[in-house]
């Protein structure tokens, strides 16, 4: 298990007390769906995880790459 430190800007819209450096410690990583605004599924990786001791669940979007497109 890897731990990493973060720092947290202040427009970030993390709820812990404060903002600046916390423990941030990786627990698992999952592709999930998650329901959009259309009714549509859109994947997202979510990660298990414990910032300063408390677990969270972080969920961020899984979005294709697009460095096979051509140029415009």
Known sequence: ???YGITVPDNAGFTAE???QYTFDVRDVT???SLDSK???QPVYEFD???DGN???IAIP???SQSHLPAT
């Open 55 to 57: 677990k969270v669940v």
């Open 39 to 41: 009714g549509f599924y």
């Open 18 to 20: 404060g903002k600046g």
């Open 31 to 33: 592709l999930e769906y």
């Open 49 to 51: 995880a414990q910032v």
């Open 62 to 64: 899984a979005l294709k």
């Open 1 to 3: 298990m890897k731990k």
